[in-house]
């Protein structure tokens, strides 16, 4: 199957380099870039609020969770061909300067090539950020209600029931193999819809009989825009400012929602991503580190070898570095060192595979358009490059359409595999040494499963993580009685995750606590430490041995919402979730009585139907409260300096966030209904005229609050003259979950875990600065953190200094972050810190 191997994985990541150096490239990020630098996330900066302007976010985190996106429904034949809605035309479109087909258009090209022919179906499963349509397009030929019921029962059977499936013989003749093509998540890497668009009509009319046998033995999916906003707006993110490639472990964006949905209902063989601009053509698989809960065995052959396929479509196209400007293609995992890993499961690809997917790749097509070549390069070389990368781009994605046709039985047989692996319980298979040209130890990445999660939590936090467990196609149990397990007792009523189930990677990756990898590889493209049960507030306690109770599976979370008798002071809610200040900014909002008290804590004395309202809708917890709180609350409104994902998460707990900037105060603005200032990014005192300075500088004596985040946040209070304390930063690439300690400061509930990108810390406290939050001594759980050159900057320099700290100067309350606590909207576990750092700021409350 496979050529003699080329020069295995050049010496640190030569090719790239040499595309960096020759401008076509932006790195790859292969020490995670300078995050003042970048955005979170690949890209040349950081998403800014000045640049993305608030948008309420259609869900909040401590809402119930999101209905199921719509889909596809498997037990209807196909085709299905409703006509689809059409949008008015936009001329700012920026597809239209590349010669690409804008937004409006697209709608009008599917509903023509439904009415030619019967191969192509196109429905909505979603709708965007703006509320545009996300379209999924299946071709394959006819079906009629019998044959698409038996090709659902098959399905069901390999997700289900993956040793029955192996055992039936005459399965890989009569299932017709899933395969899906993602294209434009991210919206200024334009040119893979045109190449669905073309590859989907070829299709639709074709008399060939390879692509007559392809469409009786397939079904053929294209998500044509994954990103519609950011396509039409010649932006990377979408309209709230998300890179989408970069969110599917969180899943905060309703375009994420919809793809992932898309995944888990056609379960996939083969997937392909289609992405710009790396010269030459970069195809997948990567270097390592490889995930470790992966059948990696499995996936890298098929991966390669589709790999393969796709590099010689392209050659064959003829294109010429001298003629054309595109360079050979590049394969990572046989051509890179490191910097091209496929260890986190954000992207669409890395999460493909846990749904099913066999082979699953990234494509970057050579030839950039977008960023500052959109605007400075003429329209006719634009195009120009648009037509070769639409040109490469569908040739991969017709390379992949015929391997998946050549290898339609093996790749089904290795889909059941991976899932009958994971209902049986057994190892990982860690393949010989040449399983693939190039494969070696450094590219085995293997986990030890436990038996089984408990989750024991009866509060949001735990309700929030198996409901986002249950939404991954994770199968959940409930305990009907208390048990004891590994000689701990769990209550009555703790849902279990037993990991003898098909989708165990799905269920680990969420689950676990992660990996330091930070001697295994030099670089990464970006993230490496991510956990939803040591980051989402809820415990998830792994254990060795079948849990022996019986149980019951869920399909969602009980309602944890409670209103105890009050007190002699009305009702007491702990703000130790981001779901309680959502519940508490509710009761702000509705006019409320509302104290902050000491803990972490508020008492509302009053307002019996607004406490019942919100413990109803945010599954808040509301008890007695005996004592009054010591400062009065109003209706926080919070200006904000900072990330997209920043602005996001503030809105989504129900504050009021106010996007600010240098250059918006320089034009003046009014403080006068500002209680805090949040600053992450995007602004500089040193940069501010003497007006905007002397505005800023009376807000805070006038007792405004500062909540600040990394050396921004720092920098800020430093200038301003503010608390005592120098921020010392830790290595600008590394980033991961570290174990941390609660200080003796005003906040509560800031031991545990904490996420770190580009960590500092605090030292030289002056008098009365108090330390929230430390850093544990052996500080780094899972990701990649490695010193300095002189030993300096790394977990060891950062062990036991504080990570978070507070204070009163000059009137201001200020609170300082060297964490990352709304990475991304990932870190839910963290916002309720945030929130009580907004809410200490703004009452200036008595410290504990």
């Not at 709708?127 to 098959?154: C, F, H, I, K």
């Not at 989402?536 to 009980?558: D, H, K, M, S």
């Not at 139907?609 to 109003?634: N, S």
Request: with cysteine; aromatic share 8%; glycine share 10%.
């Amino acid at each position: 199957m496979y050529p003699p191997p080329p020069v295995r994985r050049r010496a640190a990541l030569t090719a790239v380099a040499a595309a960096v150096a020759a401008g076509v490239l932006t790195a790859p990020a292969p020490a995670l870039a300078d995050p003042a630098q970048r955005e979170h996330g690949n890209g040349p900066e950081r998403n800014d609020v000045a640049a993305v302007p608030f948008q309420d976010p259609a869900r909040t985190l401590a809402a119930p969770a999101p209905p199921r996106a719509p889909g596809v429904d498997a037990d209807d034949p196909y085709p299905r061909q409703s006509e689809l809605p059409v949008h008015p035309e936009d001329p700012g479109d920026h597809s239209v300067r590349l010669g690409l087909t804008p937004y409006h258009d697209i709608a009008p090209a599917l509903n023509e090539l439904m009415d030619e022919s019967d191969r192509v179906s196109a429905e909505v499963i979603g709708t965007s950020t703006r509320g545009r349509d996300l379209y999924l397009v299946t071709v394959t030929e006819p079906e009629n209600r019998g044959r698409a019921d038996q090709q659902r029962r098959m399905r069901e059977l390999i997700s289900t029931d993956p040793a029955r499936a192996a055992r039936d013989r005459t399965l890989p003749d009569r299932y017709k193999a899933p395969v899906l093509v993602n294209a434009n998540i991210h919206g200024n890497e334009w040119e893979g819809t045109d190449a669905s668009l073309r590859v989907i009509e070829e299709l639709a009319h074709s008399d060939e009989p390879a692509t007559g046998e392809l469409l009786e033995g397939a079904r053929l999916y294209f998500v044509i825009t994954a990103n519609p906003d950011g396509r039409v707006a010649g932006t990377r993110a979408n309209a709230a400012g998300f890179d989408l490639n970069r969110d599917f472990v969180t899943v905060s964006q309703p375009e994420t929602a919809a793809v992932r949905q898309v995944m888990i209902d056609t379960q996939p063989l083969v997937m392909v991503d289609q992405h710009g601009y790396v010269n030459g053509t970069l195809i997948e698989p990567c270097t390592p580190p490889h995930g470790q809960n992966y059948e990696y065995d499995l996936f890298v052959e098929n991966t390669y070898a589709n790999a393969l396929a796709m590099e010689e479509a392209v050659l064959d196209l003829g294109y010429t570095p001298e003629g054309d400007g595109v360079r050979p293609p590049q394969i990572p995992f046989r051509d890179s060192e490191d910097g091209w890993d496929d260890w986190p499961p954000i992207f669409t690809p890395m999460y493909a595979p846990y749904q099913g997917a066999v082979a699953s790749a990234t494509v970057e097509f050579p030839l950039r358009v977008n960023n500052a070549d959109y605007t400075n390069l003429p329209e006719e070389e634009l195009r120009r490059r648009s037509a070769v990368n639409t040109d490469i781009s569908a040739a991969t994605i017709e390379a992949t359409l015929e391997f998946a046709r050549e290898n339609r039985g093996e790749l089904i047989a290795d889909q059941i595999e991976v899932f009958r692996r994971g209902a049986a319980g057994e190892e990982q298979v860690v393949p010989p040494e040449g399983w693939v040209p190039g494969f070696g130890p450094e590219d085995v990445y293997t986990t030890e499963f436990p038996r089984a999660y408990v989750l024991p939590g009866r509060n949001r936090a735990t309700a929030r993580l198996v409901d986002f467990l249950i939404a991954n196609d994770v199968r959940v149990d409930r305990a009907g009685e208390a048990f004891t397990v590994g000689g701990e007792a769990y209550p009555a009523g703790s849902y279990v995750v037993d990991m003898h189930q098909p989708k165990r990677g799905m269920a680990n990756v969420l689950l676990e606590a992660g990996r330091d990898i930070s001697a295994d590889v030099e670089a990464m493209y970006d993230i490496s430490g991510w956990s939803h049960g040591l980051l989402w507030g809820a415990e998830a306690a792994p254990v060795q041995e079948a849990v022996p109770v019986r149980t019951a599976p869920v399909a969602a979370a009980a309602p944890t919402g409670r209103v105890e008798e009050p007190g002699a002071a009305g009702w007491r809610l702990g703000v130790a979730d981001g779901s309680d200040a959502a519940a508490l900014n509710e009761l702000l909002a509705s006019g409320a009585e509302v104290t902050w008290t000491r803990g972490g804590a508020v008492v509302a004395p009053g307002a019996a139907e607004a406490v019942a309202g919100a413990a109803e809708r945010h599954g808040a917890v509301f008890t007695a409260a005996d004592e009054p709180g010591e400062a009065v609350l109003e209706p926080l409104t919070v200006a904000v300096a900072g990330a997209a994902d920043e602005v996001f998460t503030l809105g989504s707990l129900g504050f009021e966030p106010v996007p600010v900037s240098t250059a918006v105060l320089n034009d003046g603005f009014d403080w006068s209904g500002v209680d805090v200032l949040y600053a992450g990014s995007g602004l500089v005192y040193g940069d501010l005229n003497a007006g905007a300075r002397a505005a800023l500088d009376g807000f805070f004596a006038g007792g405004g609050g500062l909540v600040g985040r990394g050396a921004t946040g720092a920098r800020l209070n430093d200038q301003a003259g503010l608390l005592e304390a120098t921020r010392v930063a830790g290595r600008s690439d590394a980033n991961g979950v570290v174990a941390v300690t609660a200080g003796g400061g005003a906040l509560t509930g800031t031991g545990g875990h904490a996420f770190v990108y580009s960590p500092g810390w605090f030292a030289d406290l002056g008098e009365g600065v108090a330390v929230e939050q430390a850093y544990a001594g052996d500080p780094l759980v899972a990701g990649h953190w490695r010193a300095a050159a002189d030993g300096s900057a790394g977990p060891d320099a950062a062990a036991g200094q504080a990570a978070v700290v507070s204070g009163t100067a000059d009137g201001a309350s200020v609170v300082l972050f060297g964490t990352e606590p709304m990475f991304r909207h990932h870190p839910k576990g963290l916002f309720a810190q945030v929130a009580q750092a907004l809410y200490w700021t703004a009452a200036a409350p008595p410290q504990a």
